[in-house]
């Protein structure tokens, strides 16, 4: 349906094909960002936080399809603090969270809309792509710092989603537009809800009620509790775990997990990491073993072999197999052969994976179709589909026409054939 919205807008005459193709990348780039980030129609996410004893810890199960996650480190410059971020690779300029060498973290989190009124008034963020929290991480030591320059801009940005911010003094507040709700207690957590709002949607939450439960029992604050708690929240299926994160704000080390696997860790200290300068790591590529494989081949793609012009149409193959993980941590991508692809997409079903696709041009397509697992092995491609495109009808009509008044004598048989 989002593929039909965006051929439609584009479909007037004078957009050449590339342009058209181009747009619509954007297009469905934008789109997509906004979906990701702020959709609340599964279950993504949870962040939980806690400080005692000196020691504050933050966890945070970070839930989607794609595994093309990254880490980006950026030391510090005049006016702006050294800093982590962690995101996906088709979404660069929108971190999903992080944490700054003053100790101060932060993470996004999709919840039901909720309007903005008090903030209208105020000035657009422009910088960053329109991430405030960029800004705050570069300038703020502390909470209540941070909450000093949301109290500065238009917060209609957080209609669709909610930010927890917590700093390494243990203050912790979950920002959601006109909502501010802060820590009230020894822990906060947050998931898809509104705190203030729950009747909105989102709620109950078995991962809140799950999280909150540990965190109230919790007698000694430890990497180990937070690491069961992310264990008994993690997401499986269309949407699994895709990275887990422990913060110890205190200690500035980061405690990464992948792919809901929490029997290997990596430790990052941020103020080491700072010191090596602006770089950034693949996620899936940290935990990739050196025997791993790629999967097999995809089978034959199956689909129509003729079609028209701004027609979607809906292709499909078997899950292939992979010699060393799961079938639901592999991805596959389609090549339309018009230079665009599907993305990386995961199956919805245990046996068959498939993903539409409309084209511009007249001519003949080759579609194939490879896989990838959660560590970044692809496949070899599957044998290519070929469909074709044949002349638009209305240009054959025009033909017709044509012959007709240059030959009126086609008339005679044409009406001869119709009686």
Request: net charge negative.
């Amino acid at each position: 349906m989002l593929d039909q919205c965006i051929d439609i807008f584009l479909y007037p005459g004078n957009i050449n094909y590339q342009m058209r193709i181009n747009m619509k990348k954007m297009i469905l780039t934008i789109t997509v960002l906004w979906l990701i980030i702020f959709s609340v129609s599964i279950e993504a996410c949870i962040v939980f936080n806690s400080t005692n004893d000196g020691i504050t810890l933050v966890g945070r199960n970070m839930d989607w399809y794609t595994q093309e996650n990254y880490i980006a480190f950026l030391p510090s410059e005049e006016g702006k603090f050294g800093r982590v971020y962690f995101g996906w690779n088709e979404f660069p300029s929108w971190h999903q969270g992080g944490m700054n060498s003053q100790g101060v973290m932060f993470a996004y989190l999709a919840a039901p809309f909720l309007s903005v009124t008090n903030s209208l008034l105020k000035p657009v963020y422009r910088g960053n792509y329109g991430n405030l929290m960029e800004k705050c991480m570069e300038e703020c030591s502390s909470v209540n710092e941070v909450l000093d320059i949301f109290n500065q801009y238009n917060l209609r940005f957080l209609e669709n989603c909610h930010v927890m911010v917590v700093d390494r003094n243990g203050d912790s507040v979950i920002i959601g537009g006109d909502d501010v709700t802060m820590k009230d207690g020894a822990f906060q957590v947050v998931t898809n809800f509104r705190p203030s709002h729950p009747s909105l949607g989102g709620y109950p939450c078995w991962r809140y009620d799950e999280a909150y439960g540990k965190l109230e029992e919790m007698e000694i604050i430890s990497l180990d509790y937070f690491t069961e708690i992310l264990n008994e929240t993690h997401m499986e299926g269309n949407y699994p775990t895709q990275w887990s994160i422990i913060y110890d704000l205190e200690e500035y080390n980061i405690h990464l997990y992948y792919f809901h696997d929490f029997n290997n860790v990596i430790i990052f200290n941020l103020h080491e990491e700072l010191e090596n300068g602006e770089h950034v790591y693949s996620i899936p590529s940290l935990f990739e073993t050196s025997d791993n494989q790629p999967p097999n081949a995809p089978t034959d793609v199956d689909g129509p072999s003729i079609g028209k012009i701004e027609t979607e149409y809906t292709y499909s193959c078997s899950v292939t197999v992979d010699p060393d993980n799961e079938p639901d941590e592999l991805y596959y991508l389609f090549d339309w052969g018009d230079n665009t692809d599907s993305g990386w997409i995961k199956p919805l079903s245990s046996s068959m994976i498939s993903t539409s696709h409309v084209w511009y041009v007249n001519g003949s397509f080759k579609i194939k179709v490879k896989a990838k697992d959660i560590f970044g092995a692809e496949s070899e491609w599957s044998e290519p589909l070929e469909i074709n495109m044949p002349k638009n009808k209305i240009i054959n009509d025009l033909l017709v026409g044509r012959l007709l008044i240059r030959f009126p004598i086609f008339k005679f048989f044409l009406w001869s054939l119709l009686q």
